[in-house]
C-alpha cells in the first residue's frame, strides 16, 4: 500500500497519522520544524500547544468534554498523553505542556509505519493527502492551497498568555483556590482593589501594542480576544469575563475582591503558571510594566511572554465535506484550525475523523458516519454546511449537536442526557471493523 502523505505534526496531523499506522496504513509525516519554525512555536516536540495549556473543561455537562470523552473512547493518541500528563486544574483537563508534546512526539516517532520528514512543503504532493498544517501554515503552501480552492485568503489573529514562576509571585497578597471551592484549590488568586483595578485597567487600555502587519480588533476571534481589546471594550468588562471576582473569597480579609486575576498551573513541577485569559499582543516591555502593576505579580518573573500571530482557514461550507475532504479533489483532505474548527480539542477531532475515513477507504469497509448526535459528527457537519454566509471558527456546543426527542428538565440534565446519547453511539461505532483492525 503507498503511503499516505501527513503535512503537520500539530494535533490534528499527529493524531491522523497515529489513526492510520495503527491500522497498517503506512505514513510519510511531514513536519518544517525545527527547521523553519512559525511566529508562535517555541520547542522541535509534535503537537505543541502554543497557547494555553488547557484543553478546557473535562465535564459531560460541558460539549468540549462530550468530545474528549467521545476521543477517548474512540482511541485517541492525543486524549491518552494529555491523561498521562494532566495537571492540577479544576474541573478543567490542563497539561503539562512539554511533557505532553514529548509524549506525543515519542509515540509517533517510534511507530514503524511513520516516516518523519522535517522539510517545508509548498505544493501537494501526489496520492493521498492530509494537510493539517494549521492556522499558521507557511507562506508558500497557504498560497498554494488558496489557488487550489480558489478562496481569498481568510485570517484572524490569535493571542498567547504570558507565563510566570511560582517563586517570583506574591503569595503574600495571593491565595490558592478554585471559583466556587470546586475541587481542589488549584488556581492562585491574585486579588485587587478597586483602586488597584482601576489603575491597572488606564494602563492596560494605553500601552503600546507591538506591530502586527494587518492586525486590527475586529480579526480577533472572540474565543482568544488579547486582555487588552477586551478591556478597551469597558471598565468593568474584565470583571465580567477573566478578572471576575464572582465564587472566590480572599482568606486575607474574609471577602470577595473586586477582581481577580488568575494563575493555572502550565508544568508537572508546578513551577510555572499562566495568566488565565491574558492573550495580548502587548510589546515585551509593556507586559512587563502593566502586569507588574497587579499586586501579587510586582516582582514576577516572566519566562514567556505574550505574542500574537495570524490564524489562516478556509471557508470550508461548500468546499469540505463532512469528513474534511476537499470535494474538488476528494484525495486532498484537510484537518485542524485550518478547517475552521477553533481548540486544541476541536484540531485533534478533526484528525481523527478525516484519518478514520480515509483508513477506511484505503481498507475498503464502509464509512464511519457519526451522525449529529455526536459532538464529533456535529462538528463535521458543521464545518462543512453551517453557516455558509458567514462562516466563523467555532467551538464544539451543544448548540451544533442534534437535540432530544425527549424534554429534559434543567440545562445541565439535558446537556448530560445529550451527551450520554452521543456516547452510546460512539460505543456501536466502536464494534465496527475499523476497530477491529487496530493493532
Same mark, same amino acid.
Given at each position: 500500500m503507498n503511503p499516505v502523505t501527513v503535512i503537520g505534526a500539530g494535533l490534528a496531523g499527529s493524531e491522523a497519522a497515529w489513526q492510520l499506522a495503527i491500522r497498517g496504513i503506512p505514513v510519510k509525516l511531514i513536519e518544517m520544524r525545527p527547521g523553519r519554525s512559525t511566529p508562535a512555536h517555541v520547542s522541535p516536540w509534535f503537537a505543541e500547544l502554543v497557547c494555553s495549556n488547557s484543553l478546557r473543561s473535562d465535564e459531560l455537562t460541558n460539549a468540549v468534554g462530550l468530545l474528549k470523552e467521545e476521543l477517548r473512547r474512540l482511541g485517541s493518541l492525543i486524549m491518552a498523553c494529555a491523561d498521562e500528563h494532566r495537571v492540577a486544574a479544576g474541573g478543567a483537563l490542563a497539561v503539562d505542556r512539554e511533557g505532553f508534546a514529548r509524549a506525543v512526539t515519542e509515540k509517533i516517532r517510534n511507530?514503524?509505519?511513520?516516516?518523519?520528514?522535517?522539510?517545508?512543503?509548498?505544493?501537494?504532493?501526489?496520492?493521498?493527502?492530509?494537510?493539517?498544517?494549521?492556522?499558521?501554515?507557511s507562506d508558500a503552501f497557504a498560497e498554494t492551497i488558496l489557488k487550489r480552492t480558489g478562496q481569498e485568503g481568510l485570517h484572524f489573529y490569535d493571542a498567547v498568555a504570558p507565563i510566570?514562576?511560582?517563586?517570583?509571585?506574591?503569595?503574600?497578597?495571593?491565595?490558592?483556590?478554585?471559583?466556587?471551592?470546586?475541587?481542589?484549590?488549584?488556581?492562585?488568586?491574585?486579588?485587587?482593589?478597586?483602586?488597584?483595578?482601576?489603575?491597572?485597567?488606564q494602563e492596560l487600555c494605553q500601552a503600546r501594542q507591538a506591530e502586527v502587519h494587518g492586525f486590527d480588533d475586529a480579526g480577533v476571534f472572540e474565543g482568544c480576544m488579547p486582555v487588552e481589546v477586551m478591556a478597551r471594550r469597558g471598565v468593568d468588562t474584565l470583571r465580567y469575563g477573566p478578572l471576575k471576582p464572582v465564587g472566590l473569597r480572599d482568606p486575607h480579609?474574609?471577602?470577595?475582591?473586586?477582581?481577580? +486575576?488568575?494563575?493555572? &498551573?502550565?508544568? %508537572?513541577? #508546578?513551577? /510555572?503558571?499562566?495568566? =488565565?485569559?491574558?492573550?495580548?499582543?502587548?510589546? !515585551?516591555?509593556?507586559?512587563?510594566?502593566?502586569?507588574?502593576?497587579?499586586?501579587?505579580?510586582?516582582?514576577?518573573?516572566?519566562?514567556?511572554?505574550?505574542?500574537?500571530?495570524?490564524?489562516?482557514?478556509?471557508?470550508?461550507?461548500?468546499?469540505?465535506?463532512?469528513?474534511?475532504?476537499?470535494?474538488?479533489?476528494?484525495?486532498?483532505?484537510?484537518?485542524?484550525?485550518?478547517?475552521?474548527?477553533?481548540?486544541?480539542?476541536?484540531?485533534?477531532?478533526?484528525?481523527?475523523?478525516?484519518?478514520?475515513?480515509?483508513?477506511?477507504?484505503?481498507?475498503?469497509?464502509?464509512? +464511519?458516519?457519526?451522525? &449529529?448526535?455526536? %459532538?464529533? #459528527?456535529? /462538528?463535521?457537519?458543521? =464545518?462543512?454546511?453551517?453557516?455558509?454566509?458567514? !462562516?466563523?471558527?467555532?467551538?464544539?456546543?451543544?448548540?451544533?449537536?442534534?437535540?432530544?426527542?425527549?424534554?429534559?428538565?434543567?440545562?445541565?440534565?439535558?446537556?448530560?442526557?445529550?451527551?450520554?446519547?452521543?456516547?452510546?453511539?460512539?460505543?456501536?461505532?466502536?464494534?465496527?471493523?475499523?476497530?477491529?483492525?487496530?493493532?
Open positions: 511507530h514503524p509505519l511513520i516516516q518523519v520528514l522535517e522539510q517545508e512543503v509548498t505544493d501537494f504532493p501526489e496520492g493521498e493527502v492530509v494537510v493539517a498544517t494549521g492556522p499558521l501554515t510566570v514562576t511560582l517563586e517570583s509571585v506574591d503569595m503574600d497578597s495571593a491565595f490558592r483556590a478554585s471559583r466556587y471551592d470546586k475541587g481542589t484549590a488549584d488556581y492562585i488568586n491574585c486579588p485587587m482593589t478597586e483602586e488597584e483595578y482601576l489603575a491597572f485597567w480579609t474574609g471577602k470577595e475582591p473586586y477582581a481577580v +486575576v488568575q494563575l493555572r &498551573q502550565d508544568n %508537572a513541577e #508546578g513551577t /510555572l503558571f499562566n495568566l =488565565v485569559g491574558f492573550q495580548t499582543h502587548l510589546a !515585551f516591555g509593556e507586559q512587563r510594566r502593566v502586569f507588574s502593576m497587579i499586586p501579587a505579580l510586582k516582582e514576577a518573573e516572566f519566562v514567556r511572554y505574550g505574542v500574537m500571530h495570524r490564524n489562516t482557514y478556509l471557508q470550508s461550507p461548500g468546499c469540505l465535506d463532512r469528513y474534511y475532504r476537499l470535494m474538488a479533489e476528494p484525495r486532498i483532505t484537510f484537518a485542524g484550525q485550518i478547517t475552521g474548527v477553533e481548540g486544541y480539542v476541536e484540531s485533534c477531532a478533526s484528525g481523527m475523523l478525516a484519518s478514520l475515513e480515509l483508513a477506511a477507504r484505503l481498507l475498503g469497509l464502509p464509512p +464511519v458516519d457519526f451522525s &449529529q448526535q455526536t %459532538a464529533i #459528527g456535529a /462538528l463535521g457537519l458543521y =464545518v462543512s454546511h453551517g453557516s455558509v454566509g458567514d !462562516f466563523q471558527p467555532m467551538n464544539v456546543n451543544f448548540g451544533i449537536i442534534a437535540p432530544l426527542d425527549q424534554r429534559v428538565r434543567g440545562k445541565r440534565n439535558k446537556n448530560l442526557a445529550i451527551s450520554q446519547r452521543s456516547l452510546r453511539e460512539i460505543d456501536e461505532r466502536r464494534k465496527g471493523e475499523l476497530w477491529q483492525c487496530v493493532s
